[in-house]
């Protein structure tokens, strides 16, 4: 069984990997751990203007925030894929810059996993409304079953 992962480099989205990691022991699987970085991240990095961000803590050439991130990115992936490879499972990693929702639902379209596995920071209401949700956007899509993992009680 193929099944796309998702994470947002957060340790929320992580939360994700123990039932995945159980659904490894118990039968055989192919999975993709993917990530996608959004440009937004990258400009706050280099000092450029925002979606209505506060200053950047650092200024790095937008070019060179965003070769770093994704580099940080691949190789946070890659020391996760090793906890599943030693379950015995197929593991490929990538990762991908531009907008979440979109780059996930189109890497599962043309994929193909049985599922997608992600977290989900539990945001309803107003705040799902002005922030979005990448979950709901994946979810909604009706590309694959998801399998969603909230945050504890009290920490959305």
Not at 3 to 32: F, H, K, Y
Not at 56 to 78: C, D, F, N, S, W
Request: with cysteine.
């Amino acid at each position: 069984m193929k099944i796309l992962v998702t994470l947002d480099g957060s340790e929320l989205s992580e939360s994700i990997l123990n039932p995945v990691l159980d659904l490894c022991r118990a039968s055989s699987l192919q999975l993709r751990l993917y990530s996608v970085l959004d440009p937004d991240d990258v400009a706050y990095l280099a000092g450029l203007p925002t979606a209505g961000g506060s200053p950047p803590p650092e200024k790095e050439p937008h070019g060179q925030a965003q070769t770093r991130l994704l580099q940080e990115i691949q190789a946070r992936l890659e020391e996760l894929a090793g906890r599943f490879r030693a379950a015995g499972a197929g593991v490929e990693t990538e990762t991908a810059l531009g907008d979440p929702s979109d780059l996930i639902i189109s890497e599962a379209r043309r994929w193909q996993p049985r599922l997608i596995a992600m977290a989900t920071h539990g945001r309803t209401g107003f705040a799902e409304q002005l922030m979005g949700s990448v979950s709901a956007s994946v979810l909604k899509s009706g590309v694959a079953p998801v399998l969603l993992v909230g945050p504890p009680p009290g920490e959305s």
